[in-house]
């Protein structure tokens, strides 16, 4: 029985790294996975995206963090052991897990494939899991889930590009979808050219939508019309190219996280029109009522996907070619690729090598 506690043990031992304090600076870890129950699936992970919440756990800057911390809801590998009652997934599978890893299963949300708005989500990382541990994130060797969270990768998807697709791309796909701004021929506006955005430009197009980008940034406008495919560009900060603009969109989808003006945006709505918020600004945002009413107008908010809704989205990726553009990197070049997101300074997401690069 001892010789099977150590081989278990052994099992169970896990590599990664982890950010120790609120300085986020990340450091090789050793921890224990949780063995394999009947319904896990258990998989060697290969690449992890590095998503802009990341950074804001390692630092706790939402004062939720419990370290140590080992980041990561962007992750993609290959299935090597899986439970007794496991039915979906098999040895050798290609696989994937976001942003969640359980939920209560028993609420309207869960009823309604939509896990992600459980109030007793589990987040990937950082959070207690069903047995009272603490969850641990992707920058690691192994990962052990639950086979109700875990996601199928279709093979002609390649898993470094496909990773960022598990919180970037839902997040974005989701919406488009909900509010009904899929519909081929309608135009939406996308504001903010990063991780999220040039997902949100591919999604759209695939789906046959008219996609305006919306940045403060003159010089992403190349890229976003010959490289992403957008059918337009809009200088946030040019009164007169957004004068033009006004009430030409049926929707937009909002991707930026620091602070900024909403009014702009509701005046480039349509009658009817909707704003949709996936960036997390962690001020307040300024709200005049007045254009909403007077244009029946609304602002809402969306955030990832259920599971269902997830491998919806992966399967659409799939059939129309649609991956993040990503910087590969080394395990050991994390904390730069963290100041160089802080910078903004990525195109458009960086995805860690962990099946090749993460040293034991």
């Not at 919406?175 to 135009?187: C, E, I, N, Q, V």
């Not at 962690?282 to 997830?310: D, H, N, Q, R, W």
């Not at 993040?324 to 997101?341: F, G, K, P």
Request: charged content about 20%; some cysteine.
């Amino acid at each position: 029985m001892a010789a099977k506690s150590h081989e278990e043990e052994h099992h169970n031992k896990a590599f990664g790294w982890a950010a120790r304090d609120q300085s986020g600076v990340l450091s090789p870890f050793q921890f224990s996975r949780r063995s394999t129950g009947e319904k896990d699936v258990r998989f060697k992970v290969l690449f992890c995206g590095i998503c802009h919440s990341d950074l804001h756990m390692a630092k706790n800057e939402w004062g939720m963090s419990t370290y140590p911390l080992v980041p990561g809801h962007e992750i993609v590998g290959q299935v090597t052991e899986v439970g007794s009652k496991v039915e979906r997934f098999k040895v050798g599978d290609k696989v994937g897990v976001g942003c969640l890893v359980g939920s209560c299963h028993s609420c309207d949300s869960c009823s309604s494939n939509l896990e992600n708005y459980c109030p007793d989500m589990i987040l990937t990382y950082s959070a207690k899991y069903h047995d009272g541990t603490i969850t641990y994130g992707g920058y690691s060797d192994i990962m052990v889930a639950d086979e109700h969270f875990v996601v199928r990768i279709p093979d002609n998807l390649p898993l470094d590009a496909a990773a960022p697709l598990l919180c970037a791309g839902i997040t974005v796909y989701s919406p488009l979808r909900f509010f009904d701004l899929d519909k081929p021929g309608m135009h939406v506006g996308v504001v903010g050219l990063g991780g999220l955005g040039h997902v949100a430009v591919k999604f759209a197009k695939a789906m046959g939508v008219k996609v305006t980008v919306i940045s403060t940034s003159p010089g992403k406008k190349q890229e976003a019309l010959d490289h992403l495919g957008a059918d337009s560009f809009l200088v946030s900060r040019d009164e007169d190219g957004m004068q033009a603009a006004v009430g030409t969109m049926d929707g937009i989808i909002d991707t930026v996280s620091a602070t900024h003006p909403i009014s702009p945006l509701i005046g480039l709505l349509k009658t009817r029109g909707k704003l949709v918020l996936v960036g997390a600004p962690v001020k307040p945002l300024e709200l005049s009522v007045f254009p909403l009413i007077m244009g029946g107008k609304i602002v809402g908010g969306s955030g990832i996907g259920g599971m269902k809704e997830t491998q919806e989205m992966i399967d659409f990726a799939a059939r129309n070619n649609i991956t993040a553009d990503i910087e590969v990197i080394s395990m050991d070049y994390v904390n730069t690729a963290m100041e160089r997101l802080l910078k903004g300074d990525v195109k458009y997401r960086f995805v860690i090598d962990i099946g090749n690069t993460l040293k034991i």
